[in-house]
């Protein structure tokens, strides 16, 4: 039996006396709200900016897609999936992750599903629920869809069914999470912020105490997560991002994720990548001007390529990973445009290996 003791180093933090807060906090709102200070590319108005509205077996919802200026029809591009976290939508998240200009950049299509409040009074996707945590059944199946019908609308994009990955913050980190278990076959990777490991809970009453505390044994979350994919199983590279000082999501839960998701990937690459959370290929530290320390880790396969890789933010809290707090700069989302980027040949500062994996075929159904 594999076994990964909990001792990678990071601190835990002090809840004691805003407990009660943090759990009621939990349930009204899991993530801050970024300040919607900055509208490019995320208005009515924007011919780049549209919005949709998916209808399909397991239920509805509306979304956004993001396409950049000067993309051509018939130019196959990647798209990335971004999941806003409670209390935003996806005109919020895409202003502060300014997503769409790093899109404008380097040419890809972003599309953002958006919570409605008849499903969720705060906006949280619902994670929790053991309905939305497998393959064929509520939001996953739903956020599928809504692939899918981007994939399928030949007349707006040309979308690589090998590129398509899928991120996403607090809530919306755990559903990336559940997607990447669910969905190996559509999501070629996946970026986790701020979240928790797969099936960390199955109902909301017991989800303040797994943001404060961790959830189950990753070891045997991500054994759950092998058999979620079924015969779709593949390794599914991750990338986590967590702050030392979140009180909301506790340091432990991107542990936690980076642990589940190597018993999951040891499992579906049958042996071949045998990593150990204590013992990371390698380590990296760093620090951003005017702004955070970090701390970078990853993981290789047994033929050396990267697999994992786990960003430490020193000093943040729970938000989305970025500089000037006054102009929402794109640390996070930078990394993850380059992370998922489409040329997989080149590497260089901030060009993780896994940009060589992607989905073994297009989805078909």
């Not at 999501?249 to 642990?259: S, T």
């Not at 013992?279 to 990853?298: A, D, F, I, K, L």
């Amino acid at each position: 039996m594999r076994i990964l003791k909990r001792t990678f180093p990071v601190r835990r933090i002090a809840y004691f006396g805003i407990r009660p807060f943090i759990l009621l906090l939990f349930i009204i709102m899991t993530v801050a709200i970024l300040p919607a200070q900055f509208q490019h590319g995320a208005r009515a108005s924007n011919p780049q900016w549209q919005q949709f509205f998916y209808n399909g077996p397991a239920g509805s919802r509306p979304y956004f897609v993001y396409t950049p200026e000067h993309y051509q029809v018939g130019t196959a591009v990647p798209l990335i999936v971004m999941l806003h976290g409670c209390i935003q939508t996806a005109v919020d998240f895409a202003t502060g992750t300014q997503m769409n200009q790093l899109a404008e950049q380097y040419n890809f299509i972003v599309a953002y599903p958006q919570q409605t409040s008849i499903y969720n009074p705060s906006l949280c996707w619902n994670w929790f629920n053991p309905a939305n945590q497998f393959r064929g059944s509520g939001e996953p199946a739903i956020i599928a869809g809504i692939v899918q019908e981007i994939e399928r609308n030949t007349a707006r994009w040309t979308i690589d069914g090998h590129r398509i990955y899928v991120t996403g913050i607090s809530a919306g980190g755990a559903m990336a999470v559940i997607l990447g278990a669910t969905y190996p076959d559509i999501f070629a990777a996946i970026g986790v912020h701020s979240g928790v490991e797969y099936r960390a809970i199955t109902s909301l009453l017991s989800g303040g105490e797994v943001f404060l505390d961790g959830g189950p044994d990753p070891i045997q979350q991500g054994q759950e997560a092998f058999a979620a994919m079924g015969s779709f199983a593949r390794v599914v590279p991750t990338i986590v991002f967590h702050g030392t000082d979140d009180v909301v999501a506790n340091p432990i839960d991107g542990n936690q994720v980076v642990q589940q998701w190597m018993e999951t990937d040891f499992l579906a690459s049958h042996g071949t990548y045998d990593a150990g959370f204590n013992h990371p290929s390698s380590t990296m530290h760093g620090q951003v001007p005017e702004g955070h320390s970090y701390t970078v880790y990853r993981w290789n396969d047994n033929g050396g390529n990267e697999v994992q890789e786990y960003w430490l933010i020193n000093g943040m809290g729970h938000a989305w990973s970025g500089g000037n707090p006054g102009d929402f700069t794109m640390w996070f989302s930078y990394l993850l445009s380059v992370a998922f980027r489409v040329v997989h040949h080149h590497s260089g500062p901030f060009m993780p290996q896994f940009l060589g994996y992607s989905t073994p075929y297009a989805p078909t159904w």
